[in-house]
C-alpha cells in the first residue's frame, strides 16, 4: 500500500529554519520523481521542488537559494529543508510522487498519483 506521510510543519518567526520530512511506504524513494507542493488559503497549489530518481532537482524561483530537497534511501525519507523562511511562505506543503517515471519535468506535477496529507508551515513576521 502506497502511503506518504508528511511531518515537521510548525511556526516560526520570519529567518528560521524548518525541515518537513515525507515518510513513504509502499514504493522506493529513489526510484520515481517526487516533489513538494504548497497551497496557501484562497491561493492556487504552488510546485516548490522536485527531485527525480536519479536525484536531479528543480526549485520555484521564489525559493532558490533558501530551500533544498533531498532524499535517504536507505530510510525511504523525503526532506524539504526550509532556510530564511518568508511570510510569504505560509502554507500547507504537501509531498508527492509520479509512479510512472523517474524523470521530473520541472515542478509539473499533473501526472503524480499519490499525495500525502499535508503539514502546515507558518512564518510570522
Known amino acids: 500500500q502506497v502511503q506518504l506521510v508528511e511531518s515537521g510543519g510548525g511556526s516560526v518567526q520570519a529567518g528560521g529554519s524548518l525541515r518537513l520530512s515525507c515518510a513513504i511506504s509502499?514504493?522506493?524513494?529513489?526510484?520515481?520523481?517526487m516533489a513538494w507542493v504548497r497551497q496557501a488559503p484562497g491561493k492556487q497549489r504552488e510546485g516548490v521542488a522536485s527531485?527525480?530518481?536519479?536525484?536531479?532537482?528543480v526549485f520555484a524561483d521564489s525559493v532558490k537559494g533558501r530551500f533544498t530537497i533531498s532524499k535517504d534511501n536507505a530510510k525511504n525519507i523525503m526532506y524539504l529543508q526550509m532556510n530564511s523562511l518568508k511570510p510569504e511562505d505560509t502554507a500547507m506543503y504537501y509531498c508527492?510522487?509520479?509512479?510512472?517515471?523517474?524523470?521530473?519535468?520541472?515542478?509539473?506535477?499533473?501526472?503524480?498519483?499519490?499525495w500525502g496529507q499535508g503539514t502546515q508551515v507558518t512564518v510570522s513576521s
Open positions: 508527492g510522487v509520479n509512479r510512472a517515471t523517474g524523470y521530473c519535468t520541472g515542478l509539473t506535477t499533473s501526472g503524480f498519483s499519490d
Open positions: 509502499g514504493f522506493p524513494v529513489g526510484v520515481y520523481c
Open positions: 527531485i527525480s530518481g536519479l536525484g536531479g532537482t
